[in-house]
């Protein structure tokens, strides 16, 4: 079983930076992929971006696309989303989702993640 642990949320200007940390912990395949999904108040839970347990083949939704970075962290077990020039329409509560399995770039529906950490809280002001 995979428990996902999220950290680094806060409140910040828009242009400002965030750096969000989700702590894996448990058994976890190599074949794993890991993803971030945010979700606004009333709206559906959408991806931001995804990348291989073994650290490769980053993707990212378009609407963040040049202003975050995914990554891996080994030493740390953990996996990073690095967020510049934020705008107030990422504000959201931001999760981190594992898949013991190998899902196809492109195709980031939540349901496709079964283990999911308890999210953290983004707010950008303007």
């Known amino acids: 079983q995979v428990h996902l642990l999220e950290s680094g949320g806060g409140m910040v200007q828009a242009g400002g930076s965030l750096s969000l940390s989700c702590l894996v912990s448990g058994v976890i395949f190599n074949s794993a992929t890991m993803a971030w999904f945010r979700q606004a108040p009333g709206k559906e839970r959408e991806f931001v971006a995804a990348?291989?347990?073994?650290?490769?083949?980053?993707d990212y939704a378009e609407s963040v696309k040049e202003r975050f970075t995914v990554s891996r962290e080994f030493a740390k077990n953990t996996v990073n989303l690095q967020m510049n020039s934020l705008k107030p329409e990422d504000t959201a509560v931001y999760f981190c989702a594992a898949s013991q399995s190998l899902v196809p770039t492109g195709n980031w529906d939540p349901r496709n993640f079964a283990s999911w950490g308890q999210g953290t809280q983004v707010t950008v002001s303007s």
């Open positions: 990348v291989r347990w073994s650290g490769n083949s980053a």
